[in-house]
């Protein structure tokens, strides 16, 4: 004796709801492989262009910020390109009907490739797919690492690090040791650095009495009258607060363009990412498999 049991409308309205909304994670890996691969793709071809464009002659290769450019908005259309065909492959095996879902899957796909690639470019883990987006990154400038090597490599060009400007003394204490040179013994041309250091960086309560001991030692040193060793000593603090002043600016400068590159890589990486996942969106309801397709797949399967 069999017996059948049948469910009822609200019942299999569901059931039917959970199927058509449950998560197809191999759809969704497939997609973030094939997005993976395109985009290797893509970024390989784009090296060889960059490379075919670079000849012998230094005069007719392009300017290294239109090539920076180029290779950045080469990156990001790849990463859009490569965000669509996962999202078309991840909605179609989704095995879905309805557009939303398999949209969901393609955006999935999107945040699954985007985390793989950021570990990949990040982490010390060298496997065979992480090596080459490595070297495409590299090769087109250091775009595919997103914010942090945009925003290093932007900063460093706009203006010069602290650890490259030159100390404001160095040039005074040359000119100093010049001066003395081969009129006094080494421990005289010493004792006159010495002393207009402490000119220069002392105490500023002491600075009168800095600059007296100053002027005799630079007197000895160079055999001329403390009158004039104190007007060289007054022109040598003019132009190390000049070389201060100087080196401030730079250091300014250097800082504003820092937060300046930073903060416009962290919009366009943010406005890149926001189109791959559209694109990905996008792409999974494009990849929407029709009702009649999977219906006519279960008959053949059935039969």
């Known amino acids: 004796m069999t017996t059948t049991t049948s469910l009822s409308p609200v019942a299999a309205a569901e059931t039917r709801a959970v199927l058509l909304n449950e998560v197809s994670w191999g759809a969704i890996f497939a997609g973030a492989v094939t997005a993976l691969v395109t985009q290797v793709v893509l970024n390989l071809v784009g ?6 464009s670079v000849g012998t002659n230094t005069a007719d290769n392009p300017a290294a910020s239109t090539v920076s450019l180029g290779a950045g908005l080469w990156f990001v259309v790849s990463g859009i390109v490569a965000s669509l065909a996962g999202g078309l492959v991840a909605g179609r095996l989704s095995g879905k009907p309805l557009p939303g879902a398999a949209g969901l899957h393609g955006l999935v796909s999107w945040a699954v490739t985007t985390l793989v690639v950021l570990y990949l470019l990040t982490s010390a883990a060298t496997g065979l797919v992480g090596g080459t987006l490595s070297t495409v990154s590299g090769a087109l400038g250091g775009a595919g690492n997103l914010v942090g090597g945009t925003v290093q ?4 060009a706009a203006a010069p690090s602290l650890s490259k400007i030159s100390n404001p003394l160095d040039g005074i204490e040359r000119t100093v040791r010049e001066q003395s040179a081969g009129q006094d ?4 041309r010493d004792a006159a650095v010495a002393a207009v250091r402490a000119v220069l960086t002392g105490d500023p309560s002491q600075k009168e009495q800095a600059k007296s001991r100053a002027a005799d030692a630079l007197a000895k040193a160079q055999g001329i009258s403390p009158d004039q060793a104190k007007a060289q000593i007054d022109d040598y603090q003019k132009q190390y607060e000049q070389a201060v002043a100087t080196a401030k600016q730079k250091a300014e400068a250097a800082a504003v363009a820092a937060k300046s590159a930073a903060t416009q890589g962290a919009f366009y990486a943010a406005i890149a990412l926001i189109l791959g996942a559209l694109a990905g969106f996008f792409g999974g309801r494009v990849g929407t498999p029709k009702p009649v397709i999977l219906a006519g797949a279960y008959e053949a399967r059935r039969a």
């Open 47 to 52: 090296v060889g262009i960059g490379l075919a």
């Open 153 to 156: 490599t932007a900063a460093q």
């Open 185 to 188: 013994p080494q421990a005289a």
